[in-house]
């Protein structure tokens, strides 16, 4: 009888000193989210799920709710290393000829991350994959000192075997061959994939990559930039990643997206981006990586922009905002998912209160369920205010880029929502070209053909069962 007394009391020891435990973890992680002075919404959101979900709820603030904002992974003699050859002259706003506003917002760059203005580039727009991948395979193949690749996703089909095979003769002759891939997008690829390219020379490397040991530790901060440079003199970026769909459409009969190839000084930025990223990593500085001299190739200004979950500031969106702010006469954005800010969405509402043409650009069909449904969610609060919104027919529209006024645009990775701003490293250029606003202003306006325009009526009368995923989906909007 007394053996099963003290079982019970041992029994009943430990239920309480588990549960004294337990509950000592779920008062700290709300003391940290109470101490990192977050917005108020989401620290009230992550401390209702601790309490009344303290399980599930731990499980979701290690993966997707801890910060890393101002956590150093270059050193700061790295970091000085690399800045100190990107070799740019002091901005001067006089005789820039940029405007007032456009001034600022190059000083809000510099000021974020130190990011160099450079004139004397030129750019070449792709807005269908074929074109793209038939440019950089061709300037791949003419690459003589060295190759940098960046890509959230390479997929192991057609055109991803093609431009491993042209990567894979590269560094066979050669050729400086390094690739960066992140962990997570490219989860599903093969191992054999990386394998051959690695045998071949090529150095590949994927970024925080998941471990067993450390799953929620960088499962939420993806590397979302799209990045080639190629002998320091040629440079592409924006929202293709690699893979068939963005040629053949996949599930879609069309797969419309939006990439530039860049030249100019604006390159050594590009040079320090990449080398960044591969020194954050944990792999050295390339050793050739000041060798990047690039001379003038054309007349358009731009500074590139990159942002993540380490910086002190949310630095693309930053820019977004006071682009937004400036604006005069137009607004017009692209994008495949549209999960705004409250102060971006703000701005928007306010600009098109102020009778300036805000346009919005959406697919009607997505790649993502979920996304959908979350960006539909923001339309009503778009139409109410004034604000024109737009869905592309034809398929999946996964171009990313802003066009402000008539001489300012910006093309990248980025997506206009809060995984973008918050969560992922992205990169962009901010672009100050009337000629390259124009052209950019006529594929939006080409694009613009082929979609329809949300009528608010018509809004407000679509099925209750839509209103009511739209709203749900709307909640989880800031880890989506």
């Known amino acids: 009888m007394s053996e099963t007394i003290n079982q019970y009391i041992n029994m009943t020891w430990v239920y309480w ?5 337990y509950g000592v973890t779920i008062l700290s992680v709300v003391l940290v989210v109470l101490s990192e002075n977050r917005n108020p919404v989401k620290s009230l959101a992550w401390i ?18 801890r910060s890393i904002r101002n956590k150093r992974y270059v050193s700061r003699k790295n970091r000085r290393r690399l800045k100190k050859h990107e070799k740019a002259k002091a901005f001067d706003a006089d005789s820039s000829g940029l405007s007032v506003e456009n001034a600022q917002q190059v000083r809000l760059g510099q000021s974020l991350i130190g990011a160099p203005y450079y004139e004397g580039n030129s750019a070449v727009i792709f807005h269908n994959g074929k074109d793209k991948f038939d440019s950089l395979f061709c300037d791949l193949k003419k690459a003589r000192k060295f190759i940098y690749l960046q890509y959230y996703i390479f997929e192991d089909d057609k055109i991803g075997n093609q431009l491993a095979d042209i990567l894979v003769s590269k560094a066979k002759a050669g050729v400086k061959v390094k690739v960066i891939y992140d962990h997570l ?3 599903k690829v093969k191992r054999s994939f990386y394998k051959r390219m690695r045998e071949a020379g090529v150095e590949v490397y994927p ?6 040991l450390r799953p ?16 320091g003199n040629v440079g592409y970026l924006g929202g293709m990643n690699v893979a068939d769909r963005y040629i053949d459409g996949g599930k879609f009969d069309v797969w419309r997206d939006l990439h530039l190839r860049v030249t100019g000084p604006i390159l050594r930025s590009f040079n320090h981006s990449f080398c960044y990223d591969w020194n954050f990593m944990g792999r050295p500085i390339p050793e050739d990586f000041a060798e990047v001299e690039v001379k003038p190739a054309g007349d ?25 702010g400036n604006a005069k006469k137009s607004i017009y954005i692209q994008t495949p998912y549209f999960l705004p800010t409250e102060g971006l969405l703000r701005a928007l509402q306010a600009a098109a209160l102020s009778k300036i043409d805000v346009r919005v650009m959406i697919p009607r069909r997505s ?20 604000i024109k919104v737009y869905l592309y027919e034809p398929g999946m529209l996964h171009g990313k880029f802003i066009i402000v006024d008539d001489d300012f645009v910006t093309v990248g990775s ?3 929502d809060f995984r973008s701003f918050e969560h992922n490293f992205e990169a962009n250029l901010f672009i100050y070209s009337k000629e390259f606003n124009a052209r950019m202003t006529r594929v939006f306006m080409q694009d613009l053909t082929e979609s329809t325009r949300v009528l608010p009526y018509d809004w407000d009368h679509r099925p209750r069962l839509d209103k009511m995923k739209q709203s749900v989906m709307r909640l989880f909007s800031p880890i989506l």
């Open 207 to 212: 970024f925080f990559k998941l471990t067993l």
């Open 300 to 324: 358009i200004g731009m500074q590139f922009i990159t942002s993540g979950p380490t910086a002190q500031w949310g630095n693309i969106s930053l820019i977004f905002l006071k682009a937004i």
């Open 367 to 386: 790649d993502s369920a979920m996304l959908s449904h979350a960006s539909f969610s923001y339309i009503k609060d778009c139409l109410r205010s004034g």
């Open 17 to 21: 000193a588990l549960m004294i435990a």
């Open 48 to 65: 209702t799920v601790l309490l009344m979900l303290p399980a599930l709820g731990l499980v979701l603030y290690f993966l997707f709710g």
């Open 185 to 187: 997008g490219n989860f």
């Open 216 to 231: 929620g530790a960088r499962i939420n901060w993806r590397n979302h930039r799209k990045l080639c440079l190629i002998d």
């Open 414 to 416: 980025s997506n206009f």
